[in-house]
């Protein structure tokens, strides 16, 4: 199950994972316009390539507690790859409520669910902006990330619990490297906030392979 599959990292996941013929692919988002692009793509793809894998498209939000313990129920789920959050952070400045329940109240909603169904594998993608966060964003993804580091400790849990941080992925929702490049289109300055800073970007092939490289798939 890969959430907020309709994002870039999500559905770079999806077409990574359909090549490996899984049996099943449970593919969630919350974001219409994103799981009707993910699923042209996907389905064209395993037509393409006349793969027997079951695809299933779900319109749900991950911190809906009810909406997800229906997903776990009806699928044997195996592997959880958590990558839907918000992730703007001037908007979530402004939306700490919104924040909290789509970035840590979901979270912990799939990490309880996970163990209860007796999942291999679950795979948390968090941010750079946890190390020491300075803002609503980082600060939500550190408290998520405890309760998925605590998750391995917790009695007769069979599920084995990782975080991966990013940065900068090229191309992604919320990359600064967009607003760059949109400046440099329209021959706008750039604004450096500290000639001493150092950005690092990594590209959504590099992503994708460092998330199924700690699932070792």
Known sequence: MITGSG???????????????PEELI???????GLFQIMNRISNYKKKFNLKT?????LN?????DEMSLLFQKHKINYVFHTAAFKHVHIIQENLLSAVKNNVLSTK??????????????????SDKAVRPTNILGACKRVAEHYVRASNNRDKSKTIFFTVRFGNVLGSSGSAFNTFNEK??????????????????????????????????
């Open 184 to 217: 440099i289109k329209k021959k706008e300055s750039i604004q450096i906030t500290d000639i001493n800073m150092t950005r690092y970007f990594m590209t959504l092939d590099q992503a994708v392979s460092l998330l199924l490289k700690t699932q070792e798939i």
């Open 54 to 58: 079951n695809i299933y498209f779900y």
């Open 7 to 21: 994002g870039t990292i999500g559905g770079g996941l999806s077409e990574k994972i359909i090549s490996l013929l």
């Open 27 to 33: 593919l969630v988002d919350i974001s219409e316009q």
């Open 109 to 126: 909603i799939l990490c309880d669910l996970s163990m209860k169904h007796n999942v291999d594998k679950f795979l948390f993608v968090s």
């Open 61 to 65: 939000s991950v911190s809906d507690f």
